[in-house]
């Protein structure tokens, strides 16, 4: 039987492109909430030139583009070193990471039905990691 015990390095890099992950989420949802942006996607019938440029001139949206990128830059070093099985559900983490930057950061609801999920993803995580 193969050892999957990670090694610190890949551990650091899987967690580096989850936390990438979770910030271009939060810097997403800033760019999609500035009203100019909720408008030029709720506007259907506003000049299509028009709606882009405002889509791809406003700062948090580029930024949590380039961000994933770079979250994808680790995730492609991630694979390229550890079995997908044993990384993929660390991607698990990013929802955990994502929820405490909704609650803590956006005032967003965290009820018992939310903080019981993400504690199993914690957990799940934590026991993929320890080894199959």
Sequence with gaps: MRDFVMKTGDLLLILGSVALSATAQLLLKLGASAPAVRAAITD???PMLERGFV??????LIGGLV?????AGFWIAVLSRVDLSLAYPFVGLGFVLTFLIGTLFLGE?????????????MVGAILVSRGA
């Excluded at 965290?110 to 019981?116: D, E, L, P, Q």
Aim: glycine residues 8%.
């Design 67 to 71: 961000i994933y990128a770079i979250s």
């Design 44 to 46: 259907a019938n506003g």
């Design 109 to 121: 609801t965290a009820n018992i039905m939310r903080v019981s999920g993400t504690f199993l993803i």
């Design 55 to 60: 889509l791809m001139t406003t700062p948090p």
